[in-house]
């Protein structure tokens, strides 16, 4: 359930948006193929679906991942790249079986990935919240915070 932009869990009210970014190993333009990139992308979303994880946003490149996501307050981060990276090479290495020969250990994806929390409040909002407890300048922060992040796009944080 939402209430504006935060979610309402079990016990639990908030946001969970993330920046995710990952590569194939070698840094391989092994998502160059269209018949590819449709294939990973159905696959990442059904790995959403099935893990209650919320796409807002998602770039397949030919050599690397964007998405933008909401994960359940049950979920961490290194969990939901767990999920998405290994259930991706499962299903791409089922569907393409040539990948085999270029990725021989089994491995799709480099270990690597990048990570960066997305929210519409400032860190220094924060910083000044918890520093002077301050209710009333918190909310006309957040009222700011929330018209400036609807102006903002994803592109942005490219």
Not at 23 to 47: H, I
Not at 97 to 117: E, L, N, T, V
């Amino acid at each position: 359930m939402t209430s504006g932009n935060f979610v309402s869990g079990n016990r639990s009210v908030g946001l969970n948006q993330f920046h995710f970014e990952w590569c194939p190993k070698y840094r391989n333009d092994a998502l160059d193929n269209l018949n590819v990139v449709k294939f990973m992308e159905d696959s990442l979303v059904r790995t959403a679906q099935t893990y209650r994880i919320h796409i807002h946003s998602m770039h397949v490149a030919a050599d690397h991942i964007h998405l933008f996501v909401s994960l359940p307050f049950d979920i961490s981060v290194s969990k939901a790249f767990q999920l998405f990276k290994g259930r991706s090479a499962h299903e791409l290495f089922s569907a393409f079986p040539s990948f085999r020969k270029i990725f021989r250990r089994g491995h799709f994806w480099s270990p690597g990935k990048f990570c960066r929390s997305i929210s519409n409040v400032k860190a220094e909002t924060i910083k000044r919240y918890i520093e002077n407890h301050q209710f009333k300048e918190l909310n006309q922060s957040i009222k700011e915070a929330e018209k400036e992040a609807i102006q903002m796009s994803l592109a942005a944080f490219c």
